[in-house]
């Protein structure tokens, strides 16, 4: 488990902008999760972080000066970037953002990365019907608050597994899912049997390890398990083995198809789902909550927080206003 002294900060003197090159300043940085699979030189599908460099991610900031026709000085834009109050890069590395009269933050959020993910785990993958039982875990989160949302608007029974009354209060009463299991109050499966009486079509998996495992018993004939995330085992110890419930048997038996994805994957429809996301939020059918951290030294305090539940909705750090 990462923790503060895991972190470093360090001052560096910037160069000017070149050509093409434009000075950010940084107003808002997302910790994610997915941070902790680069904080490991494990195989996968992101280069791991590199010792002595920044982290690097989700950023918004804005342009303080620009050396290109592409951007002017004002302009809020966000790009996977180095941790950094500001920055200077090629604007080729970012994108301007519009966040339709919402805080600039958004674009990390309800308009960002987090609410695409959902969608497309929700509704290319999970596919969720009318009158379908549909199951997301770490509901009250980034992805979870977006992905509840969505299954509830085509009619299906929700239920989320959160961590705390807290986050069950905010996912019913909120955000509309009609039931909330606390897993931290133990026998999940017996929580999850009331709450699913008619079995589970579509398990949105966000966490893993033993939530899932009280989930493939009570899969339907053909249901559908996007997996999106498995936070329960990104800080298991060298050699640790994340073992439970082999799941062939159910899958053979329901029939169920479970398909792992990542975002990425679905970048040739981002501009649909942004236009979705977008209308959703002005018509008031998606609400979401941020937690936000002030200040760029509390980076590590956000970030670490995510794997002790310390967040509702998505976890951001604010490091200055916009002028
Ligand atoms: P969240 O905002 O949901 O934050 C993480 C939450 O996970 C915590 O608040 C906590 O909530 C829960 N959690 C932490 N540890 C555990 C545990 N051991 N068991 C169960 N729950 C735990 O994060 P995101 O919404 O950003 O991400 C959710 C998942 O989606 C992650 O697994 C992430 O890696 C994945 N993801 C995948 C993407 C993809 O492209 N496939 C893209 C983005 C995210 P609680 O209090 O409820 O425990």
Redesign the pocket.
Known sequence: MPDEQTFQFTDIELDKPENGEVLLKTLYISV???MRGRMSNKKSYAAPFEVGKPLEGGVVAQVLASNTAELQKGDIVRGTLPFQTHLVVSAENVSKVETNGLSPSAALSVLG??AL?AYF?MMHIGKPQKGETVVV????????QIAGQLAKQVGAYVVG????EE?AAYITEKLGYDAAIE??KGDVAKQLEEACPNGIDVYYE????D?GDAIWPLLNTFARVPV?????S?NLKEGEKDIGLRVQQFLIKSRATMQ?????DFAEHYKDAYAFLAKGVTDGKIVFEETIHDGFHAIPEAFT???????????LVKVADAE
């Open positions: 994610d999760p997915y990365m987090p993910t785990g875990s770490g509901a009250a989160g980034a992805v979870g597994i959160v961590g705390s986050k897993y931290k966000n966490v893993g390890g939530i999106c995330g498995a936070i329960s990104y792992g994805f990542l975002v990425g927080g995510l794997f002790t539940g310390q967040n509702i909705g998505k976890q």
